[in-house]
Antibody, heavy 118, light 108 residues
Framework: QVQLVQSGAEVMKPGASVKVSCKTS????????MNWVRQAPGQGLEWVGW????????NYAQKFQDRVTVTTDTSTRTVYMELRRLRSDDTAVYYC???????????WGQGTLVTVSS | SYVLTQPPSVSVAPGETAKITCGGD??????VHWYQQHPGQAPLLVIY???DRPSGIPERFSGSNSGNTATLTISGVEAEDEADYHC???????????FGGGTKLTVL
């Protein structure tokens, strides 16, 4: 069974950076891209960005273009999302979700709660 | 960006049919995917490419897409279907994934 296991919850100060990991197993890593989606408390889903795990090429939502970096480590089958210059409204659960950037998000990680608070 | 509009809530009695809509400009020309999300859990894909069901998803879940509205239909609703439902498309003009605001399905 496909598995996406994310790193644990983080509490960060405003202005800091956070890096969330998503370790994958039980499928060919480079056959599928990886999306990052976030969900603020009580809110809907918001797409953050995507990376092609074969090419390493990212694609970011314009809202996050200057603050987010998504990378991959093929040797450990892990995808990372770094968000910089954190603000209180970045408080959310961040999910990794397997899939092409133009299609279905077919498997999701368990989510990582990032809390930004002074 | 491409805007998807969902009703905030839908209520239905057990055994009845629930229809959750997702509105967007000419959405019928796009491919729509639907996700179910129970409280405190990650989303789960229930319908992809407008009307296909992943393995393990009950046959009571179906989808359609035409004109300016995509619809997720749950026939013979069960208590376990109470959850939030999110529609999703890929907007080729912005090369971005877009989600609707989500609909809370309540089983009375």
């Amino acid at each position: 069974q496909v598995q996406l296991v994310q790193s644990g919850a983080e509490v960060m100060k405003p202005g800091a950076s956070v890096k969330v990991s998503c370790k994958t197993s039980n499928y060919t890593f480079t056959d599928y891209g990886m999306n990052w989606v976030r969900q603020a408390p009580g809110q809907g889903l918001e797409w953050v960005g995507w990376i092609g795990t074969y090419t390493g090429k990212p694609n970011y939502a314009q809202k996050f273009q200057d603050r987010v970096t998504v990378t991959t480590d093929t040797s450990t089958r892990t995808v990372y999302m770094e968000l910089r210059r954190l603000r209180s409204d970045d408080t959310a659960v961040y999910y990794c979700a397997r899939g092409p950037h133009s299609g279905t998000l077919d498997f999701w990680g368990q989510g990582t709660l990032v809390t930004v608070s002074s | 960006s491409y805007v998807l509009t969902q009703p905030p809530s839908v209520s239905v009695a057990p055994g009845e049919t629930a229809k959750i809509t997702c509105g967007g400009d000419k959405i019928g020309s796009k491919t729509v995917h639907w996700y179910q999300q129970h409280p405190g859990q990650a989303p789960l894909l229930v319908i992809y490419y407008d009307g296909d069901r992943p393995s393990g998803i009950p046959e009571r879940f179906s989808g359609s897409n035409s004109g300016n509205t995509a619809t997720l239909t749950i026939s013979g609703v069960e208590a376990e279907d109470e959850a939030d439902y999110h529609c999703q498309v890929w907007d080729y003009s912005s090369d971005n994934v877009e989600f609707g605001g989500g609909t809370k399905l309540t089983v009375l």
